[in-house]
């Protein structure tokens, strides 16, 4: 813990930090276990919903809106053919699940304890942490997708934005397995939109502000298993595609602010 005020320093001037080593190997190794657990009690059949980010089609997909308080799994974009079928082995066909794991999930509950992430999230300048939205990553090789630019705060909204990312490599994350990549500073800069979800469930893209993301600024966040990176909630990131024959697991958590509030147009409906 004596790398918090390292941790809280580099947050502020660049919009993430990195700790190597936050996680031990064992920890790795326990959660990584416990997706691949999650994974082979799941049936593909069961799931149409695909996950991108540059995507606005999933506006009805009823068993994204309501995975908040839940533990779903979602597939990968390439996973699945035109009518839908699953065309890859189970162990490689899932992208992510979510989102309720911090919570629902007693490995990830014990994990978030264990490793104190709402005192971390605190650190960071949190007053009333609290723990909204978890993930577990699979970013399968070879088929693992990308996600492309965002910042965090336009998918959980507060006024005035709070959201921190606690972003744990349970892999070693390298650029040909598809590492963070983010934008030193870019923090400092607006909102550029809202993923807003209207009354009737439709979501939408809001634009707020058209100024460009730095993108030639960008570096690769390629950390070995064990590290720890938080991102703050206005810092451009992105993560490519998984061409290599690695798999590169992660385990995320996002945390609001509970002196914010927090807006009825978020697409998590907080339990
Ligand atoms: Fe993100």
Same mark, same amino acid.
């Given at each position: 813990m004596s790398a918090l005020p390292d941790l809280a320093a580099c947050f502020e001037k660049d919009g993430f930090a990195v700790v190597e080593a936050w996680v031990s @190997?064992?920890?790795?190794?326990? =959660?990584?276990d416990h997706i691949t657990e999650l994974v082979v009690g799941f049936d593909p059949a069961t799931v149409q919903s695909v996950f991108t980010t540059h995507e606005q089609s999933r506006t009805t997909d009823r068993y994204f809106l309501e995975s908040g308080d839940d533990v779903r799994f979602f597939l990968e974009e390439e996973a699945i053919d035109a009518s839908g079928t699953v065309t890859v082995e189970r162990a490689r066909s899932v992208n992510k699940i979510g989102h309720g794991l911090h919570h629902r999930d007693p490995v990830f509950r014990r994990f978030? @304890?264990?490793? %104190? =992430?709402?005192g971390i999230a605190r650190s960071l300048g949190l007053e009333r942490p609290h723990p909204l939205q978890s993930m577990a990553i699979l970013k399968p090789p070879g088929i693992g997708g990308e996600v492309g630019w965002h910042q965090d705060a336009t998918f959980l909204q507060t006024e005035p934005p709070s959201v921190v990312g606690l972003w744990f490599a349970l892999d070693d994350a390298t650029r040909d397995n598809g590492c963070l990549w983010a934008i030193p500073g870019g923090h400092r800069g607006p909102l550029r939109q809202r993923w807003d979800r209207h009354p009737d469930d439709r979501m939408e893209f809001v634009p707020l502000d058209d100024t460009p993301f730095a993108t030639d600024d960008a570096i690769p966040l390629e950390v070995p298993a064990g590290t720890l990176v938080a991102l703050h909630g206005l810092l451009p990131h992105r993560s490519d595609a998984n061409r290599s024959e690695q798999w590169r697991h992660a385990y995320s958590l996002h945390l609001v %602010?509970?002196?914010?509030s927090y807006a009825d147009r978020n697409w998590l409906r907080r339990p």
């Open positions: @190997q064992a920890w790795c190794a326990r =959660l990584k978030g @304890q264990e490793h %104190d =992430l709402v %602010d509970d002196t914010c």
